[in-house]
Structures are given as structure tokens and as C-alpha cells.
């Protein structure tokens, strides 16, 4: 889970700085809770990584960039 979650993270970060950011605002969360140091901490499987990503997720506009929902 940890490996997915940082993997998200790096896809979607294109700067160093939070305001690089490409995702929404909610995803952010999503990966802290994959990547939390203590693995009990983090989504059980990944079916609940997915679920939540999806609830966190937004929707492309018409210039190409992301909304929220």
C-alpha cells in the first residue's frame, strides 16, 4: 500500500512545492493515510485505496484540468 501511495503522490506532483499539486484537493489525504508509517494504519487492501480515491477523485474539464465533484 505504501509503494502505491507514493507512486500516486509522485505521478501527480510536478514541483516540490504543495501548489504543483495536479490532483484534487481531497486525494492529498488519501495518500497520507496508504503512506502512514505504521502499516496497521494504513487502507487494508487495495479495493479500499481505490474506493476512497474514487470518492477523492474529481472530473476533467474541457481545458484538461481537474475539478472537483
Do not use: C, K
Amino acid at each position: 500500500m505504501f509503494t502505491l501511495g507514493r507512486a500516486a503522490r509522485l505521478l501527480l506532483n510536478s514541483g516540490d512545492e504543495e501548489r504543483a499539486w495536479r490532483g484534487t484537493a481531497r486525494q492529498p489525504a488519501v495518500i497520507e493515510r496508504a503512506t502512514f508509517p505504521a502499516p496497521d494504519d494504513r487502507f487494508p487492501d487495495v479495493h479500499r485505496f481505490a474506493a476512497a480515491w474514487r470518492a477523492a477523485g474529481g472530473t476533467r474539464d474541457a481545458a484538461g484540468g481537474t475539478r472537483e465533484r
